[in-house]
């Protein structure tokens, strides 16, 4: 009697968690803060239940609203993230990009990308501006990093003579706390066949009147479109006249206006974000495996250096700090940058797991370099897949070094030191796989919509030390880039990746023979440094350097320490 | 099932389906389907926990709401207009007009005159005009767009950019954008600061900008030609360009640049009558009325109700000149153009605004017309002999909407008056849903499900010669958001039966025999409750008679108005 009472008592509370699950999923459609409200449910339903193996976590109802809710993702996706960095970018007709004092670029609009040829993450000398605007690009510079007040310029571009355009370049703070950037703006007024168009057919206008219109909105000096039109200025004059007498415009003022108004009007629209990741170092080559998937590497350091390999991890991209690569020229190595299957331009092998396909896509990195032997560096995350290779690869690796901390957490008993997001990701992609499906889609259209920082600001929101590092104008564009390597295949990859971290790889440890260094971060919320210390002591050939006041982004915040563990572990090897 | 996990479930349905309506207009019907349901179970609200967490929660989702009406404004014709700063208007291809920016009304110093006649532009440029509207859409080489000239009341020439664009139901429309790119504060700011230009020189960068030469500007800042020369040199080696026109070209440039959507939309409507007055009423709001008719003549009050009713048909202004009749339409606060404060409920803004307009502006007895929810508030005002009325004649109300009534209510409007009743803010929030479509799907699509149960009233608002009045009395009731809506569903909720019995007014209750509400009994009721009261109904009328049955209602009340 009384257990059938109790019995009841929790089915009624589990009924209530779950409309409260459904109706969070509701309302996460409008913001970011009901996403983690959301989340935040998960994992208080995950908790409530005592074996999640023997309870059946998508009922019929739970499945019902969604598949509801995930057409209506797509449908909002405007709806988040008012305040964002790419806002500022999104909203420039024009190239446009948002750059650090020292011409790191941060982001840009696909205008920027073809224009400019910039990308996030790419340094640029911002080599743009006639002589003249160099002073006002110093001072505004200046005001970015914070030592002038010098906030807007209006820059002459050092385009091609029969062109006027300009740069707004503004010093911006998208965000409290955490700096100063540049803006960049391009505008011009474009000429466009439907302008020519309407021209021709409003006020019958000849070819040549057509192209003095064009080459005047371009640059409006009379001189110039006669040099250019190779007819003297007289001619043009006469021309200018007849064009003033077909339209009914009295000046060359009037003239210049209505033909701008008219650009102005005929290009409202807005080009679309594009979600793509090209190289910013600009040296990515593909190498493809035998079943025709393509894997992306790119390098840092010395051209004919000593190599090494780098394993990112889900959400670390694959680019450490210029200094870094400095470094590693000054010390002869050649470190290459791997892009995991399904992240940048790597293809995504669909049919093999995370650690698995990342395992496989190493040793196909060192074939097709040709190397034999060599040490493997995880970010973070990445160590698992590098630990994969070496497990079962004994011979071709010679040390494995770990750019923050990571340890196994395969069970949901190993996660309860973990904040709650991180809890409700792992435990669902296991019991859960449509919740988890959903989730993640949800969290992709965050960041392709609301910008990388509404991912980075939820990854580390339990980590105030990460997000100083990865949100600080000098970082800023690495941690843009970072995302970007993750979104640029879908939301696929970073559902994948869910797995990657509850990957069981204690049971690799043992097979592996060669030093396991790992630099750990001392308030590293994750995985916290004294449980990674209690795991690591079962291992003797793994140990463990504590990287002071340090989190989970030690290859920025740790730059010396990081240097010079890397560099005894790449030149002992061999 | 408990009757808390019930009402979960029912509450989930209204989520879901609230969700859902903001994109998909048969979700809307489930919308409304769902709350039906949920608000049928638990009559006793006030103590309901349960609808303050749904109501909650629905307002956590406002967020979402607001959002998304903006991107379903996107493909909104009103919207090429809203967003533009410079002049924008929206014509029919008759050259009605359809919707206007501030700006393109600013260019207008005469109010009669806003829009583009055909003697207006170029003799070149109404033959290109003539032919965009000709064009046959279907076929693919069909000129879309041309430049015309217009001349805006002997000054400059405007150009324009006239483009033709699908409206709502297949109608076609005219968009003409003024093609100029205007000079701002915001633009001032930024020159200053970009170019160090010192205040004076700005001055003269906007007119340089407008096309005047040194002369001009010398003569408009009362300055020499000398120095307004030298400051056009100082300007332009600051702005590193070497002509005026250069100069000219660059500060448009950077004025394109700036000119950004500006803030919340608001549908714009413009008074029918072409007759708009604004007035202060008392608390500092502003009034709007119409005026027509014989000035000085026997003053008619129209207050209009909930949407339909300002517009009327041109008999009725035919009617009043024959009559010597001198008309008054107020806009109701929350209506059009005139305001309602924060704190003021819709039903006591407009006793307020009528009080004040009888009162201070009429200033003395008139014959009131009320349509719908604006009668119970002249009732109340009459009966508390705030106001005097020679005669009273109520269209289509039935008072209030309690008891019985209520439940004869078409599900839809029942759904909403019980939503308004038990929270204004769970009637908002699903108004926002509608809303959304209806940016989305036009006013003809709101007529349709207002009347989906009405065929009498469908009919009529299908009618070609109504749509335009209709559509502008919609826009009336929209322009300043769906919470005015909901208030003046309130009104119902005031026990204006109460006030029916007074002693020295003539009222007359005109209803139409197939408005679903009107049944012999409540005609009963009406007619024993006061002695004065003559009820009329009209055979094979809906709650639209103002619209299907003007002459016979006018023609009513002018033989009643005699008989007194």
């Known amino acids: 009697m009384n257990e059938s009472f109790e019995d009841r008592s929790e089915s009624v509370s589990d009924a209530a968690l779950e409309t409260e699950l459904i109706e969070k999923s509701y309302l996460s459609l409008g913001d970011g803060e009901a996403f983690d409200d959301m989340l935040a449910s998960w994992t208080h339903r995950l908790e409530s239940i005592k074996d999640p193996n023997a309870i059946e976590l998508e009922t019929p109802k739970l499945k019902k609203h969604l598949n509801i809710l995930k057409p209506l993702l797509e449908q909002f996706s405007d709806a988040i993230s008012p305040d964002s960095f790419k806002q500022h970018i999104v909203a420039a007709q024009g190239p446009a990009a948002l750059a650090t004092p020292d011409g790191r670029v941060v982001c840009t609009n696909p205008k920027a990308q073809v224009e400019w040829d910039l990308w996030t993450g790419k340094k640029s000398e911002f080599d743009l501006f006639v002589k003249e605007a160099s002073d006002d690009w110093i001072a505004l510079k200046r005001s970015a990093s914070g030592a002038g007040n010098r906030m807007h310029g209006i820059l002459k571009m050092r385009s091609a003579a029969h062109e006027n355009s300009f740069c707004i370049v503004s010093v911006i703070a998208p965000s409290t706390g955490y700096g100063r950037l540049l803006k960049i703006e391009k505008i011009s007024f474009q000429w466009s066949n439907q302008m020519a168009d309407l021209l021709e057919t409003s006020f019958d206008f000849t070819a040549s009147e057509l192209d003095i219109c064009q080459l005047l909105l371009g640059k409006p000096v009379l001189k110039q479109v006669a040099e250019v039109r190779g007819s003297s200025l007289a001619t043009v004059k006469k021309q200018v006249r007849t064009i003033f007498s077909k339209t009914g415009t009295k000046s060359q003022i009037e003239l210049v206006r209505l033909l701008s108004s008219l650009s102005s009007q005929l290009n409202p629209k807005v080009p679309e974000m594009v979600m793509s990741w090209h190289d910013p170092l600009d040296r990515e080559f593909i190498c493809n495996g035998e079943n025709g998937d393509r894997i992306a590497i790119s390098w840092m350091g010395a051209e004919n250096g000593r190599p090494a390999l780098l394993v990112h991890g889900p959400m670390t991209g694959n680019l450490l700090p210029a200094e870094t690569d400095e470094m590693l020229r000054d010390q002869g190595i050649k470190l290459y940058l791997l892009s995991r299957p399904g992240f940048g331009n790597s293809s995504n092998s669909l049919n093999s797991c995370a650690v698995a396909a990342g395992s496989h896509a190493i040793g196909v990195a060192l074939d097709h370099l040709g190397i034999d032997r060599c040490c493997l560096i995880g970010l973070v995350g990445g160590i698992i897949p590098a630990a994969h290779y070496a497990a079962t690869n004994p011979n071709r690796v010679s040390g494995l070094l770990s750019l923050g901390s990571c340890f196994p957490i395969p069970q949901i008993k190993d996660r309860t030191h973990l904040p709650y997001h991180h809890r409700a990701f792992l435990g669902l992609v296991k019991y859960a796989p449509l919740v988890s499906e959903f989730l993640v889609r949800h969290a992709h259209r965050g960041a392709k919509y609301g910008g990388a920082e509404f991912i980075l600001r939820r990854v580390y929101r339990d980590s105030e030390i990460d997000r100083r590092v990865l949100f600080s104008p000098e970082i800023l564009p690495y941690s843009f880039a970072a995302v970007s390597l993750l979104m640029a295949n879908g939301y696929e990859t970073f559902l994948k990746d869910q797995s990657l971290l509850i990957y069981p790889w204690d049971r690799l440890l043992p097979k592996i023979g060669v030093p396991i260094v790992t630099i750990a971060g001392e308030k590293d919320p994750v995985f916290p440094l004294s449980q990674q210390l209690a795991i690591a002591s079962q291992y003797s050939n793994w140990q463990i350097v504590k990287a002071e006041n340090g989190s989970q982004t030690i290859c920025f915040s740790h730059v010396e320490q990081v240097h010079k563990i890397m560099t005894e572990m790449i030149l002992r090897a061999g | ?564």
Request: aromatic letters at 6%; a negative charge.
């Open chain 2, 1 to 564: 099932m408990s009757d808390d996990r019930k009402l979960d479930e029912l509450n989930l349905e209204v989520l879901s389906s609230t969700a859902r309506a903001l994109s998909d207009e048969d979700a809307f019907d489930d919308m409304v389907a769902s709350w039906d349901k949920r608000l049928s179970v638990s009559p006793k609200q006030e103590k309901d926990g349960n609808l303050k967490k749904l109501i909650s929660n629905l307002q956590d989702m406002m967020q979402l709401f607001v959002s998304k009406q903006r991107s379903a404004l996107d493909e909104d014709i009103s919207e090429l207009v809203n967003h533009e700063n410079s002049p924008s208007a929206i014509f029919s291809l008759s050259l009605k007009p359809v919707y206007q920016n501030k700006a393109w009304r600013e260019m207008w110093t005469n109010v009669d005159a806003s829009g583009p006649t055909m003697d207006m532009l170029y003799p070149d440029d109404q033959a290109k005009l003539s032919k965009i509207i000709k064009a046959d859409k279907d076929s693919p080489d069909a000129e879309t767009k041309c430049l015309v000239r217009i001349l805006v009341e002997d000054e400059d020439t405007n150009f324009c950019l006239v483009s033709r664009v699908s409206g709502h139901s297949g109608d076609d429309c005219l968009h003409f954008a003024e093609l100029s790119i205007g000079w701002s504060a915001e633009l001032a700011s930024l020159i200053t600061e970009a170019y160090d230009v010192t205040e004076a020189e700005c001055d003269v960068a906007k007119l340089v900008m407008k096309g005047a030469r040194p002369e001009e500007i010398a003569e408009q800042r009362g300055s020499s030609v000398a120095t307004v020369r030298k400051q056009i040199q100082s300007l332009l080696t600051k702005c590193g360009v070497s002509s005026q026109v250069e100069l000219a070209q660059n500060l448009s440039l950077v004025a394109n640049n700036l000119n950004k959507p500006s803030g919340p939309m608001v549908y714009e409507w413009t008074d029918p009558w072409k007759a708009e007055k604004r007035i202060i009423r008392p608390g500092g709001h502003i009034l709007a009325y119409s005026e027509a008719g014989i000035k000085g003549g026997i003053p008619v009050l129209i207050v209009h109700g909930e949407g339909i009713g300002y517009a009327l048909p041109e008999q009725l202004h035919r009617h009043a000149q024959k009559h010597g009749w001198h008309l008054y339409a107020i806009q109701r606060p929350g209506h059009g153009n005139s305001d309602i404060a924060e704190n003021e409920t819709g039903f006591d803004a407009s006793c307020a605004a009528i009080a004040h307009l009888c009162n201070a502006i009429i200033g003395k007895a008139a014959v009131i017309i009320a349509m719908h929810s604006s009668i119970p508030v002249v009732l109340k005002l009459l009966h508390e002999g705030t106001i005097k009325a020679s005669h009273f004649s109520a269209l289509n109300s039935v008072l209030s909407l309690h008891g019985d009534v209520e439940k004869k209510l078409p599900p839809v409007q029942r759904a909403w008056f019980r939503m308004a009743r038990v929270s204004r803010k769970a009637a908002i929030l699903a108004t926002n849903a509608g809303w959304v479509l209806l940016k989305k799907n036009g006013i003809e699509w709101y007529l349709e499900r207002y009347f989906s149960d009405n065929p009498a009233d469908l009919a009529t608002t299908k009618k070609t010669e109504n749509r335009e009045l209709l559509r502008s009395a919609a826009a009336m009731m929209l322009r300043q958001g769906p919470a005015a809506l909901i208030e003046d569903i309130l009104h119902y909720v005031e026990p204006a039966a109460k006030y029916l019995p007074m002693s020295d007014t003539k009222i007359s209750i005109i209803f139409g025999t197939l408005n679903p509400l009107f049944d012999k009994s409540i005609v009963a009721a009406l007619q024993a409750s006061n002695p004065d009261i003559t009820v009329f109904g009209i055979e094979g009328g809906g709650e639209l008679i103002a619209y299907s049955h003007t002459t016979e209602i006018l023609e009513f009340i002018t033989k009643t108005m005699s008989h007194e």
